[in-house]
């Protein structure tokens, strides 16, 4: 059995929670899976995600990117003392999805004192590659 990387527990009903009142809970995004070292939730592709060519939205994928990172490096600080926000967020879009459901798995590559960086890929229900991102999170001390 591997290690886990969460310092913090949560259940997946815990981290949905956590959704409500944020452009989370607009977009539909649901905290679907977590293992030992990989954190996992799915977005609808409908009228609230998709731009004008009937396309997934970029921006939308990189909401559900900066999501699943951010929430993921919240479970590995010390949330007595310390606070994660995000400092830098890339998103290569690999194909387009006009409809259904995409799936974010967020896996650290780096987990410091003062950074983390995540691996985020979004694949849509055959596991197609959707969008690669990496997304950079500053561990700051609490205010």
């Not at 290690?3 to 409500?20: C, G």
């Not at 921006?59 to 600080?77: F, K, M, P, R, W």
């Amino acid at each position: 059995m591997s290690k886990t990387i969460w310092k913090n527990h949560a259940t997946l009903d815990e981290l949905n929670e956590l959704s409500k009142d944020t452009m989370s809970e607009i977009l539909g995004i649901l905290f679907v899976e977590i293992t030992t070292n990989q954190l996992k939730a799915a977005m609808p592709v409908d009228i609230r995600t998709r731009q004008p060519y009937g396309l997934l939205h970029g921006g939308a994928s990189a909401a559900l990117a900066e999501t699943i990172g951010s929430v993921a490096s919240s479970l590995c600080i010390d949330r007595e003392k310390q606070i994660c926000v995000g400092i830098e967020i890339n998103c290569n879009h690999l194909r387009g999805k006009k409809d259904g459901i995409v799936t974010a798995t967020a896996e650290p590559l780096h987990l410091g004192a003062t950074t983390h960086v995540w691996d985020i890929r979004i694949r849509d229900e055959k596991e197609k590659l959707v969008c690669v991102s990496r997304l950079t999170m500053a561990i700051l001390k609490k205010p």
